[in-house]
């Protein structure tokens, strides 16, 4: 078979999990429909992606320190200076590819703090040597939304338009790139790629009722704000830490035991924060180095109370009673798509009380939303199947992959 040359691109490996996890879905549907694609990959951490994926890695990014604050002269030369350079590497990459898929991922959106000459920029890059190269280049279950600074709403408005192929993990997003001039009349929404990994066993109903109260996972996270909300980050920071205690503290005086989640690594301090002010035997922090290893944790809890879209995410399709932290549509999108639209709290106005009271309520419904969340996860897993196959006609033509796919479904038993 011809071989077909496809990169992958993004932050990857560079210490968020469900960054990864979208590209391990992403590499698995391409071992399995396209052995015969030769992989690659330009992204943030070259060197964890080649080992723990076996691909190739190139770094994204020629400078080094290119996601610390520069104040010195020195610096913020070596930075421009490695602009002018990245735009010849990508170029020079991206030009030895036929397909260059982008996995999943908030690649159109600014619900953290971003600047434009960050990622944005370098998808910018990705997106237009595509086009000037014919390197078809899919931005594939992505995640999008409003943004108000001007310049990365143009580099991401530009970055969708010059991209072969689209879809988004919720309506929102598409509905956000429509909103931002982006023509979505071809783009289609699916679950987000995580939900095509494989699933750990969850706990049963039946073993819930048999024992006590067991441990509660709960998913921390370094959150400061949007990038809208540069000015007051650390009063958002304060207050979250410190409801999230708080609410802690009243699982501890329960007797639950405690599981603290994070899901990149920029998240420890604030684990480390709610060991010191609790205190408690009965908290635990795990040490998870993978999607996989989120899902393990969150299956064998009763309930999950999460802040990061992946912890969720991992939550949810363990078939776990979850109840989200929110601090973007695109947690609330998820938690409605699963059935559990009424299991909300805001970040930014962590209330442990009226979290307290949410948690009950939820943990009283438990038997019947781990019901609701396997029919939901079975659709989900459909409706990637339908992902994949579009995917493989959109970068693959010439191929019978997609027809070979459908068939196999049919005949399966």
């Not at 931005?139 to 143009?154: C, Q």
């Not at 009226?354 to 659709?379: D, G, H, I, Y």
């Not at 992902?387 to 997609?402: E, I, K, N, V």
Request: net charge positive.
């Amino acid at each position: 078979m011809t071989s077909v040359r496809v990169g992958v691109f993004g932050l990857l490996g560079s210490g968020n999990l469900g960054n990864d996890g979208s590209l391990q879905a992403v590499l698995g549907y391409l071992r399995a429909e396209h052995p015969e694609a030769v992989v690659d990959a330009l992204c943030g951490g070259p060197e964890v992606v080649s080992a723990r994926y076996g691909i190739p890695a190139t770094r994204l990014h020629w400078y080094r320190g290119e996601y610390r604050t520069a104040s010195r002269a020195g610096t913020i030369a070596a930075k421009g200076l490695g602009k002018l350079v990245d735009a010849v590497r990508t170029a020079a990459w991206v030009r030895r590819h036929d397909v260059v898929i982008v996995p999943g991922m908030g690649v159109l959106e600014a619900t953290l703090p971003l600047r434009p000459w960050g990622f944005p920029y370098s998808l910018f890059l990705l997106c237009a040597t595509g086009r000037l190269f014919g390197t078809r280049v899919a931005l594939v279950g992505v995640g999008a939304a409003a943004i108000g600074n001007r310049p990365t709403r143009a580099l991401v408005r530009w970055s969708a338009r010059l991209a072969t192929y689209r879809s988004y993990r919720d309506t929102q997003s598409r509905e956000a790139m429509r909103a931002m001039g982006v023509d979505t009349t071809r783009d289609e929404v699916y679950p987000d790629l995580a939900f095509a990994l494989p699933t750990p066993r969850a706990s049963t109903p039946t073993e819930h009722v048999l024992s006590p109260p067991g441990p509660v996972c709960v998913g921390v996270m370094a959150f400061h704000g949007g990038d809208d909300d540069r000015a007051r980050a650390e009063e958002i920071h304060r207050r979250y830490l410190d409801g999230t205690t708080r609410f802690v503290r009243a699982l501890v005086k329960d007797g639950r035991p405690v599981r603290l989640l994070t899901g990149d690594a920029c998240d420890a301090p604030v684990v480390a924060a709610i060991l010191d002010a609790v205190d408690s035997p009965l908290v635990t922090a795990a040490e998870a180095a993978s999607l996989a290893d989120l899902m393990k944790e969150t299956a064998a809890a009763d309930t999950v109370v999460a802040t990061r879209y992946h912890n969720l995410v991992c939550a949810l399709k363990a078939g776990t009673p979850t109840l989200a932290l929110s601090y973007a549509a695109k947690s609330d999108a998820l938690m409605d798509r699963m059935g559990l639209g009424a299991y909300c709290h805001p970040a930014r106005e962590v209330d442990a009380d009226r979290l307290l009271e949410q948690f009950r309520a939820l943990e009283q419904r438990s038997a019947e939303l781990r019901r609701t969340l396997t029919e939901r996860n079975l659709a989900a897993a459909r409706r990637l199947e339908d992902q994949f196959t579009a995917l493989t006609a959109a970068l693959f033509p010439g191929t019978d992959h997609a027809q070979t796919h459908a068939h196999a479904r049919q005949e399966a038993p």
